[in-house]
Structures are given as structure tokens and as C-alpha cells.
């Protein structure tokens, strides 16, 4: 696979994601009868953040992981900087969902921690 290719599968998977948890908030929605806000529904409330939290930090690292492609990473870091944020990503999901508040915590270490590492990354590639 190329960069372009590892870059685009973890574009494909974080945008399912997010559709995916929009899909849970909509369904919420629907089933409480609320158009609006959360309606008190502590449920409805989860659902919100745990889309609005994804849609906070998934565009910026899609936008990294293609610029690292552009600039001709390598595909392994490539897979190793996607996997870790996707992964954190459905832990912090999870975490927020009512699992254990650990996942919620160490999704967000891998969350932050791919994201720094993209943008030291991409300030390697662009000087180099």
C-alpha cells in the first residue's frame, strides 16, 4: 500500500465512526422524543459528547495523517500513528459509553499522544 492508500483507510474508518455516533445520537433522539439538547436524558448527553469529543479531535489527525502521507512518511508510521489514535478513539468511545473509566482515560492518552506525535512528524518531513 502506498502512504496515500494507509492515510485513506484511517480517513474511512474515523469518518464511520463518526457516522456511527451520530447514528447513536439521532436513534437516542428518536426513542426520547427530543429535537433539541438532551432533554435531561443523561443517555442522550453521553451520546452527544461522545460525538461532539470525535468530531473535536478526529478532523485535525485525519488532516495530519494526510499531510504525512503527502510528504511521504513511511507506511509504517503511518499504520502505527492511525491504529494508535483509532484505537483510542473507540476507547474513549467506550469509556464514555459506561465501560470503565480507564478506557475513557487511555483513550485519550493515545489520542493525544498520536496527535503530537503527527505534528512533530509532519515538522520532520517538512523540513527534511
Not at 461532539?52 to 502521507?69: H, Q
Request: proline share 3%; net charge positive.
Amino acid at each position: 500500500m502506498s502512504a496515500l492508500q494507509v492515510a485513506g483507510v484511517y480517513i474511512a474508518i474515523n469518518i464511520l465512526m463518526l457516522v456511527w455516533f451520530g447514528l447513536r445520537v439521532v436513534a437516542r433522539r428518536f426513542r426520547g422524543k427530543i429535537s433539541m439538547g438532551d432533554g435531561g436524558s443523561d443517555d442522550l448527553a453521553r451520546a452527544i459528547r461522545v460525538h461532539g469529543n470525535a468530531s473535536e479531535y478526529v478532523p485535525p489527525m485525519l488532516v495530519g495523517l494526510l499531510a504525512l502521507a503527502f510528504l511521504d512518511a513511511p507506511v509504517w508510521a503511518l499504520h502505527a500513528l492511525g491504529i494508535g489514535f483509532t484505537l483510542g478513539r473507540i476507547m474513549h468511545a467506550f469509556g464514555m459509553s459506561g465501560a470503565p473509566i480507564i478506557l475513557r482515560q487511555l483513550g485519550m492518552v493515545l489520542t493525544w499522544t498520536a496527535m503530537g506525535i503527527v505534528s512533530l512528524a509532519i515538522l520532520y518531513f517538512a523540513f527534511t
